[in-house]
């Protein structure tokens, strides 16, 4: 089956043709990076990892550029209220993103561009807008310079937006604008409010990019005037993404193929956000649940599909989760070591109907619970091949909880804690299996129940007692 997405352009489900045959380019709106991230932040994150891991394992050479947002109107503004360089807070919210994206197991891109470290490409960019007639310096004197959307019929295409329906541009003063829907390309400095720090020279006078300016010179130097994917939350998609593709095109670029756009998690209905006071930052949620339990929660939704979020149904997903653990372990324990195999064609299916999670995790409930029947009844090699088939379908998924990533993060303390349970567990089971050849069920229930208090979950089978935290 053809790999087929939706294409936020077209609003439509399209096949995937790639620019190139056998790659894929795709570039990720990364994150200003103003403030801790939190579980709707790095939704995006996790979700084109999947795509990105898919892909690959379907044989595309992919080519994956996230950027980072670190100099901006909000990190000003964060940083002179915390009274701290502004660099100092992108650098250390840098740092933050970056363990909360390693800790839910999401690939490190190919490359991941800083805006800052791209400044004469963006002054490059808006030059050409310029002398294309496409964008203007401010006549205010401020520096200011501006993309002129009258100039190019198309605005709006994205979004689906009339220009004439739309709100006042709100990313600089309307004095120095022709009209009031015209963006900012380059932000002259203003000595008053700004740090120097926070400026670079440019045609027009000492300033700092725009945000639209900075994703579409990253996208087109990593990628090329034309490439496949790109990606983001849906709440950019206006006015960022439609800004970044007029912008591009208006410069004579191809831009992006297609557009993919993944739905927020929300909290009471609204999108989770600083400004609302209800956002849950990720090492904060990853005192409740483990980080693996954390992106299975997140991936068995479709990335369309808004998320309400609850401590709730995470907590239901996290169980959900321990029991595809205990089949694999119990697997193990009756077919020896599990390798990764091969998916089922219905999981591929799902896959490439356009990313679609909810439905394969769907076909992996159904492998464990045939998996946990053969288990009863004994079928060694049915056990093994349903085993292999779940890792295969968890390791596309980015939560095989044999890969090497999240053993590496289990440490030496846990192995040695692991262990001791094992042995007090063994000997637990001992006792139990005692008092039921005695056929003393009361005694055989008592220790049962003690195991459950503590999380561990027991399952008789023909083979003796297994069991799992």
Not at 193 to 199: D, G, I, N, V
Not at 280 to 303: D, K
Not at 398 to 409: F, K, N, S, T, V
Request: contains cysteine; glycine residues 8%; charged residues 25%.
């Amino acid at each position: 089956m053809t790999l087929r997405l939706y294409d936020s352009a077209t609003r439509a489900v399209r096949d995937f043709v790639p620019l190139d045959a056998g790659k894929a380019g795709i570039y990720l709106c990364g994150l200003t990076v103003q403030s801790e991230p939190h579980v709707g932040h790095v939704r995006s994150g996790v979700n084109f990892d999947v795509l990105r891991r898919w892909m690959a394992a379907t044989g595309y050479d992919v080519t994956f550029i996230r950027n980072i947002t670190d100099i901006d109107d909000k990190i000003l503004t964060k940083s002179a209220e915390q009274g701290r360089p502004w660099y100092n807070l992108a650098y250390m919210m840098s740092r933050e993103l970056d363990a909360a994206y390693d800790a839910l197991n999401v690939l490190p891109p190919t490359y991941e561009p800083a805006a800052t470290g791209h400044i004469p490409e963006m002054v490059e960019l808006i030059s050409l807008l310029v002398e294309r007639g496409h964008a203007y310096p401010a006549g205010d004197g401020s520096g200011d310079v501006y993309f002129d959307v009258s100039s190019w019929p198309s605005y709006g295409e994205l979004s689906g937006q009339k220009v004439d329906e739309m709100s006042a541009a709100e990313d600089a003063d309307l004095r120095g604008k022709r009209d009031p829907r015209d963006f900012a390309l380059w932000k002259g400095f203003k000595k008053e409010s700004e740090p120097e720090t926070a400026a670079w020279p440019s045609p027009w006078g000492p300033g700092r990019p725009g945000w639209h300016i900075e994703c579409s010179a990253m996208a087109l130097k990593y990628l090329g005037s034309t490439f496949d994917i790109h990606g983001g939350g849906v709440d950019l998609r206006f006015p960022h993404h439609e800004n970044e593709q007029a912008q591009s095109r208006a410069g004579g670029f191809g831009f992006a193929s297609y557009w993919m756009h993944n739905a927020w998690i929300t909290t009471a209905g609204e999108k989770m956000s600083k400004s609302l006071g209800n956002s849950l930052v990720v090492p904060v949620v990853l005192e409740r649940v483990r980080a693996i339990e954390l992106r299975f929660y997140m991936i068995a939704a479709h990335y369309r599909s808004h998320v309400e979020f609850s401590y709730e149904a995470l907590e239901e997903a996290a169980a959900g989760f321990r029991r595809i653990e205990g089949f694999l372990a119990r697997a193990a324990s009756l077919a020896g070591s599990v390798e990764v195999g091969v998916w089922p064609e219905t999981f591929a299916a799902a896959m490439d109907d356009d990313l679609g999670t909810s439905t394969a995790v769907g076909v992996l409930y159904d492998a464990v619970r045939d998996g946990n029947k053969a288990i009863t009844e004994g079928a060694v090699e049915q056990v093994a091949s349903l085993a292999s088939s779940v890792r295969a379908m968890l390791d596309v998924l980015g939560i095989d909880p044999l890969d090497p990533h999240w053993a590496e993060r289990s440490g030496h303390v846990d192995e040695k804690l692991s262990a001791a349970v094992s042995v007090l567990v063994a000997g637990l089971l001992e006792q139990r299996a005692e008092a039921r050849a005695n056929k003393d069920f009361a005694a055989a229930d008592a220790i049962r129940d003690r195991l459950k208090e503590a999380g561990i979950e027991l399952e008789d089978t023909p083979q003796g007692s297994q069991w799992s935290i």
